[in-house]
């Protein structure tokens, strides 16, 4: 954005924090067209910066995917891979409840050998494979699990609780409820 004009850097500015304004209100699902008539541009202008909804989206949430992956760098030095492992989760978890049309951002297929398709999903994976492998390595947590396994768990557990009246509360049931089974303590 640095070689821009300063209307369009405005013009960037403005779409973005009225994207974000939309996102909030109606998720994923956040029209276009109501993002440019409320940023005062035309719907080239939003699409010139944001040539898809995966795009927009993206950069919406692009500080809360960095603080993401700051966390799981954080998280990587601490003494118990299991522990650190699931606290990252439960935080994506929070963060996916939080920020209406995260979770949808995030779903994306199964992994394959092509190249990630979206960024927020890449940086989240580069960012917590490391925490992954190290509880795989530390036998700490059920060999075979996946990357793509805990977005999705993640994924599912925001999409399910997004209409409950208190989705954060009904998030971390459902996130404990994941990771202790449902058989009883003994």
């Not at 209100?25 to 898809?52: C, I, K, Y």
């Not at 995966?54 to 993401?68: D, T």
């Not at 118990?80 to 409840?97: F, I, K, T």
């Not at 509880?135 to 999409?159: M, N, W």
């Amino acid at each position: 954005m640095t070689g821009q004009r300063s209307d369009a850097r405005r013009n960037y500015s403005r779409i973005l924090a009225v994207a974000e304004a939309e996102v909030a209100r109606h998720g994923a699902a956040a029209s276009l067209e109501q993002v440019a008539r409320t940023a005062g541009v035309g719907s080239a202008t939003v699409r010139r910066h944001f040539p898809s909804r995966q795009a927009l989206l993206e950069a919406v949430f692009q500080e809360r995917i960095q603080a993401l992956c700051r966390r799981a760098e954080e998280l990587t030095r601490a003494d118990d891979s299991r522990a650190a492992l699931l606290e990252w989760l439960h935080d994506l978890v929070g963060y996916a409840v939080s920020a209406r049309g995260l979770a949808d951002a995030l779903t994306y297929e199964p992994p394959t050998d092509a190249p990630a398709q979206h960024s927020c999903g890449a940086a989240l994976e580069a960012a917590a494979t490391p925490l992954l492998h190290r509880a795989l390595r530390d036998e700490a947590v059920r060999p075979g699990v996946t990357f793509h396994d805990l977005i999705t768990l993640a994924v599912g557990i925001a999409l399910a609780t997004e209409h409950h009246a208190e989705p954060a509360i009904q998030a971390d049931r459902l996130f404990t409820l994941t990771v202790e089974g449902l058989s009883p303590s003994r």
